[in-house]
């Protein structure tokens, strides 16, 4: 029951990218999904979570730059991610979150279902 994060590629920095996450064995409608990466060598960190009602959250070094939207009849949420920088790369990983305030939270917590990620890679 994992949620397949999809989308990553490399790109130079200020570019764009969207990536796409999809859940194959259940509805998105009722759980918050979100998304959080991490680089190696450093913590998981959370990046923006969608909730039931829409509302969306970021994380601080995102917000403005990255736009979270769900499909619920697609079963899928989006992150369209423009004016990256180098420190965004990261493997990217899409999860249920039990609150999407914890998902973005400094570290972040409470996910689950997340699967393998996505790699995003930032570079001239």
């Known amino acids: 029951v994992q949620l397949q994060a999809s989308g990553g590629g490399l790109v130079q920095p200020g570019g764009s990218l969207r990536l796409s996450c999809v859940a194959p064995?259940?509805?998105?409608?009722?759980?918050?999904i979100g998304w959080f990466r991490q680089a190696p060598g450093k913590e998981r960190e959370g990046v923006s979570c969608?909730?039931?009602?829409?509302?969306?959250y970021y994380g601080s070094v995102v917000k403005g730059r990255f736009t979270i939207s769900r499909d619920n009849a697609k079963n899928t949420v989006y992150l369209q991610m423009n004016s990256l920088k180098q420190e965004d790369t990261a493997v990217y990983y899409c999860?249920?979150?039990?609150?999407?305030?914890?998902?973005?939270?400094?570290?972040?917590?409470?996910?689950?279902?997340w699967g393998k990620g996505t790699q995003v890679t930032v570079s001239s």
């Open positions: 969608t909730s039931t009602d829409g509302s969306t």
């Open positions: 999860a249920r979150a039990a609150l999407c305030e914890t998902l973005i939270a400094d570290p972040p917590y409470g996910m689950d279902n």
């Open positions: 064995d259940f509805s998105i409608r009722t759980f918050e």
